[in-house]
Structures are given as C-alpha cells and as structure tokens.
C-alpha cells in the first residue's frame, strides 16, 4: 500500500484468523456499517472480548480485512505479470486477465476497495490510506507499463496510464452491478486496441 510504512497491522492468531474470515466474508457481502462486533464475534465462534483484545476497534478489523485482501491481489497479480509474455503490451493485459480470474474467485460484488470507499471517504479513518493506497498503485503500475512501451514518452505514459485505469476500475464496477456480461473481458479488449495504437504511433 502507498502507506505501509504508517500502517498499523497486527499479528494474526488462530482466533484473530477466524476473526478475520469472518469479517471479510460479511463485510463484503452485507457491507461495512452494516456488520457489527458481535455478528463476526458470532460467525467467527469467538468472544467479543476476544475481538477487542486482538484488533481493539472495528475499524482495526475493516484495516486488516482490506489490507489482506491487497496483499492477496497483489500476489495474484504478481503471478499473472510473471506468466505474461515479454513486453509492456502483454504485461498490461495481464493485470485485466488477472482481475478476471480474481473477479471469479472473490469479486462477486465487484472491488472491496470501491465498495469501502462508498462507506469510508474520511481520510482520517485508518483505513482510508488501504483503499486510496491501493488504486494509486495500479495508476502507478499501469503508467510504469505505459511507459516502458517503445517511443511512448513520459507524458503520453501518464496520460495512457489514466486511461487504462479508468479502463480498469470501471470494469470493476461494472462486474459488480452486472449490467453486461464480462466486463473485465470488454475493457481488456478496449485495453488492447488502445495499446495497438499507441504502438503504431
């Protein structure tokens, strides 16, 4: 994450695990401010008390749940980018392959990060630097990628970079609200013919 110097995390016991699946399992299903301490306590067959003298606070768990989820989609992403063929072209559709198959196995509501981002806009709240870390790092990578393709300068890298973001993140939504089939598959082949012209410039 963007800050993960400043990030406070804590060290996981069995318990807190538990703790944690279950909370991630909710959250992302009913939504933040509509799952309390005593449903993941519940769900996750500890005591509330257990919760507090693990995490201290609800919003200690919502860090860790969105910062786990980061971690997880990063190594995912690492992989798909390892896999690609050579070149920027390939690597940039991997990142849209590799949202595909994480939209498969743990997006059925679309991104966890857009989804609390609508509950938690305060930047005070320490989770806020998970979620905004996060998508400022795919820019970062998507304009790195950009500008790695030949004859495309540092503007153009930045302006690319954009561009395959909303790309990105809007197919994310998409996926979310089911409003067409495959939509990660739409904006990857968006992304190609865009990247197809950017290499004949």
């Known amino acids: 994450m963007g800050t993960s110097e ?11 695990r538990r703790a944690l699946a279950a909370a991630e399992r909710l959250f992302y ?7 309390g301490v005593d449903l993941i306590a519940a769900e996750a067959g500890v005591t509330k008390k257990t919760l507090y003298d693990r995490f201290g606070s609800k919003e200690q768990i919502v860090v860790e749940y969105l910062a786990d989820r980061d971690e997880r989609w990063r190594a995912l992403l690492a992989e ?24 498969g196995d743990n997006g ?10 609508a509950e938690i806009s305060d930047p005070a709240h320490p989770a806020h630097s998970v979620i905004t870390g996060q998508k ?16 495309v300068g540092p503007e153009a890298a930045d302006r690319l970079g954009r561009v395959l973001m909303l790309l990105h993140e809007g197919a994310l939504v998409a996926h979310g609200l089911k409003v067409f089939p495959d939509p990660v598959a739409r904006a990857r082949d968006e992304a190609d013919a865009l990247l197809a012209d950017a290499v004949r410039r």
């Open 6 to 16: 400043e990030l406070r995390r804590i060290t996981m016991t069995p318990a807190a």
């Open 29 to 35: 299903d009913r939504g933040i401010h509509a799952v």
């Open 80 to 103: 798909h980018l390892d896999a690609a063929p050579p070149g920027p072209r390939a690597r940039i559709l991997a990142v849209f392959d590799a949202s595909r198959a994480w939209m």
């Open 108 to 117: 059925s509501k679309g991104c966890s990060m857009v989804n609390a981002h």
């Open 136 to 151: 400022r790092w795919m820019l970062d990578l998507f304009t790195r990628l950009a500008g790695e393709i030949e004859g």
